[in-house]
T-cell receptor, first 114, second 113 residues
Framework: GENVEQHPSTLSVQEGDSAVIKCTYS??????FPWYKQELGKGPQLIID?????GEKKDQRIAVTLNKTAKHFSLHITETQPEDSAVYFC?????????????FGRGTSLIVHP | DTGVSQDPRHKITKRGQNVTFRCDPI?????LYWYRQTLGQGPEFLTY????????KSRLLSDRFSAERPKGSFSTLEIQRTEQGDSAMYLC???????????FGEGSWLTVV
């Protein structure tokens, strides 16, 4: 099955700095890569996603890049703000019987210091 | 609020007791997923339904766990003879059959004492 590795496990930055979280996946059949943000005591919320036919996608301060050859993808957050502090999860989805069941990384705890 | 709804949000139970969680998906979504999340880990897939049919189950879903979606709408996840290792957050998610994106609920926290 799919295996997703995520680094770093903890990331501490100053407000206004950029943050980068990196993930690798193992199954070359994976073709959809969502990123989720999880705040304490809540469920994961989708923040951005990318499909395998695209190399980069941007939404305001958030961008994702995908390198299919190397099987890695990254989340970039620019101009970080204290409210960006949360746990971020990457995931890779492999088609399975017509559905896409995401496999998640172990998460990155992002701390933005004011 | 038309998001995924889970109930109860928190449950404390004694070891050996049975517990049941309920999930109401987003109304037009015909796929429903259950995940488990322990502290410091990402969500781990348990099972998913398309309408009322349970199409895939993870090896994590031991025979003490059973999930149902009898009418293709809400789903229940029952854990029988709970063990301390079952303590976790149980997440429900839903999606369209035509879509890749799954949307999570707020989760149900289980503590087995």
């Amino acid at each position: 099955g799919e295996n997703v590795e995520q680094h770093p496990s903890t990331l501490s930055v100053q407000e206004g700095d950029s943050a980068v979280i990196k993930c690798t996946y193992s199954d070359s059949a994976s073709n959809y890569f969502p990123w989720y943000k999880q705040e304490l005591g809540k469920g994961p919320q989708l923040i951005i996603d990318i499909r395998s036919n695209v190399g980069e996608k941007k939404d305001q301060r958030i961008a994702v890049t995908l390198n299919k050859t190397a099987k890695h993808f990254s989340l970039h957050i620019t101009e970080t703000q204290p409210e960006d502090s949360a746990v971020y999860f990457c995931a890779a989805s492999t088609p399975s019987g017509g559905s896409y069941i995401p496999t998640f990384g172990r998460g990155t705890s992002l701390i933005v210091h004011p | 609020d038309t998001g995924v709804s889970q109930d109860p949000r928190h449950k404390i139970t004694k070891r050996g007791q049975n517990v049941t969680f309920r999930c109401d998906p987003i109304s037009e979504h015909n796929r429903l997923y259950w995940y488990r999340q322990t502290l410091g880990q990402g969500p781990e897939f348990l099972t998913y339904f398309q309408n009322e049919a349970q199409l895939e189950k993870s090896r994590l879903l031991s025979d003490r766990f059973s999930a149902e979606r009898p009418k293709g709408s809400f789903s229940t996840l029952e854990i029988q003879r709970t063990e301390q290792g079952d303590s976790a957050m149980y997440l429900c998610a839903s999606s369209l059959s035509s879509g890749n994106t799954i949307y999570f609920g707020e989760g149900s926290w289980l503590t087995v004492v």
